[in-house]
């Protein structure tokens, strides 16, 4: 054996040594995007570059390992996605139906031309615990509870004090409803800031559905945010139903002039609106919008206050919904609790939920109750609508 082919065998067993010793693991929990009737997204990150499945599993009552389940790939174009993050997008779903799910993450260790090198698995566990499970939802059901929360702006502790006032086994979703973070410099700040306790707490089971606030537009991982978040939506403004609620998710951008020095150039906000706008034309004469019983609209930023990206909500957003049959606007951003009875400008009562309050609702077909509630659990608010 010649020099420079010890050498090479020497440096593959030192890399592989190095992997040894640092193995491949899940790093934050799988959670539930964009549930709705026939498909789910479900996210998670690995600490190392590696490709990702999630298996799925009826929830019939047999043991998990009775059979080998089948397996959906992170994969874009037919091709397996190596990342560090995660997210695979369920299709052909049944309504209505509580499904069992596991995650893996396999290493890849080298790709080089088409020769591919796998390292070890990660998955989370079946064995030793129940399994993940999701329930997707079902139009034709007559009832929907779900909670919402704002502006927590990485305290986690009050996120998981708001959470304390839900009964999570009768709590079908969440809304996050924007500046949930303070800044999105990196991936650190998603997961210690609120979603390590938000997966630990109910997301990995049952739906958050997020609106982004103008806090998250800001900083150097800004333009990531839908890696985490609707990431197998074209857009991160959307509308889905729940029971007997249509939910429309509207993204309100920033809160400045896109000339503004905070913004050092970098924003289009302006014209991402109209082009929203646009979209929300047609969503309001869908046959899933206009067959709703209720109609709720969700907004970090309210259609008041004077400020610039408020005045374009108003502008841009509110003369639509005016004439849409919307019962309720759902906002944020201001830090303090807020409701609008309907009037000529806004014909639809609008509440600014605080960034230490948690809302609560409970929808029929004939009426949607909301109560608000403090840190302690004491009613602040509470709102019936009627049919």
């Keep these: 054996m010649n020099k420079i082919s010890l050498l090479f065998i020497l440096s593959v067993l030192i890399t592989f040594s190095a992997y040894a010793q640092d193995d491949i693991k899940i790093t934050h929990a799988p959670y539930l995007q964009n549930l709705g009737e026939n498909e789910v997204t479900v996210v998670w990150t690995a600490n190392k570059p590696s490709i990702g499945w999630v298996e799925l599993a009826p929830d019939d009552g047999t043991h998990y390992y009775q059979t080998e389940r089948p397996k959906f790939f992170n994969a874009k174009n037919g091709i397996k996605l190596t990342s560090t993050v995660h997210s695979v997008h369920l299709t052909g779903l049944k309504p209505g139906t509580r499904y069992r799910y596991r995650v893996y993450s396999q290493e890849v260790l ?54 304390s006032h839900c009964d999570l086994k009768k709590t079908d979703m ?36 997020y609106t982004r606030g103008n806090h998250e537009t800001r900083g ?36 400045k002039p896109d000339s503004d020095l905070e913004y050092a150039g970098i924003t289009v906000y302006d014209q991402y609106r109209t082009e929203q706008a646009e979209w929300l034309k047609k969503v309001l004469e869908s046959k899933e919008y206009k067959e709703a019983p209720f109609k709720v609209v969700v907004c970090h930023m309210p259609p008041f206050g004077g400020w ?74 509470k709102l019936t609508i009627t049919k």
């Design 220 to 255: 150097s991982f800004a333009t990531a945010f839908q890696d985490y978040f609707s990431p197998k939506q074209e857009h991160i403004y959307y509308m889905f139903r729940q029971g007997s609620v249509c939910f429309v998710i509207l993204d309100s951008g920033e809160d």
């Design 110 to 163: 080298s790709h080089v031309g088409w020769r591919v090198i796998y390292g070890n698995v990660a998955a989370t566990s079946v064995y030793g615990k129940q399994p993940l499970t999701f329930l997707t939802s079902d139009h034709g059901r007559q009832s929907v509870n779900f909670a919402m929360v704002n502006d927590i702006h990485g305290k986690s502790d009050v996120l998981e004090k708001l959470v």
């Design 174 to 209: 969440f809304l996050f409803n924007g500046d949930m973070v303070s800044i999105f410099n990196n991936e650190k700040e998603i997961f210690e800031g609120f979603m390590d306790k938000a997966t630990e707490l109910f997301a990995s089971e049952i739906p958050m559905y």
């Design 308 to 381: 610039h990206g408020e005045q374009e909500v108003a502008e841009k957003f509110i003369p639509l919904l005016n004439n849409a049959g919307v019962d309720l606007m759902l906002c944020g951003h201001l830090h303090r609790y807020m409701r609008n009875e309907p009037k000529d400008g806004v014909r639809f009562p609008v509440i600014v939920n605080s960034n230490n309050t948690v809302l609560k609702a409970e929808a029929g077909v004939k009426e949607l109750n909301i109560r608000i509630l403090d840190m302690e659990g004491k009613e602040v608010d």
